[in-house]
């Protein structure tokens, strides 16, 4: 089971943490993806990290602005998300799966586990 949290809202060009805990168990194995879901649009993707590797894949939109981690026992994934624009405003969403490949990383339907959601509004 997936937990996010860390959204809120916050003006252009601030900054929001995400995190996206494991409850019960790590992500040792695992590729964690972030999506997001604007009103009245699909799921899009925006991130993903390699646990074990640490190795991270972003969508144009967000390269050089967001950036993912993990912590050290990875229990937890991060999304820093800086120099928010109102076209980031969304609920966001973190997924896992430990069998999936580096070209599947953008297909929602190629992660098992998700998370609740949490919500991003960026307000200029």
């Known amino acids: 089971q997936l937990q996010a949290s860390g959204g809120g809202t916050v003006q252009t060009g601030g900054s929001l943490r995400l995190s996206c805990a494991a409850s019960?168990?790590?992500?040792?194995?695992?590729?964690v993806g972030w999506f997001r879901q604007a009103p009245g649009k699909g799921r899009e993707y925006v991130a993903a990290i390699r646990v074990n590797s640490r190795h991270t894949y972003y969508t144009d939109s967000v390269k050089g602005r967001f950036t993912t981690s993990r912590d050290a026992d990875k229990k937890s994934v991060y999304l820093q998300m800086n120099s928010l624009k109102s076209e980031d405003t969304a609920v966001y969403y973190c997924?896992?799966?430990?069998?999936?490949?580096?070209?599947?990383?953008?297909?929602?339907?190629?992660?098992?586990?998700w998370g609740q959601g949490t919500l991003v509004t960026v307000s200029s």
């Open positions: 019960g168990d790590t992500f040792s194995n695992y590729v």
């Open positions: 997924a896992a799966s430990r069998t999936i490949i580096v070209s599947a990383y953008t297909n929602e339907n190629a992660y098992a586990y």
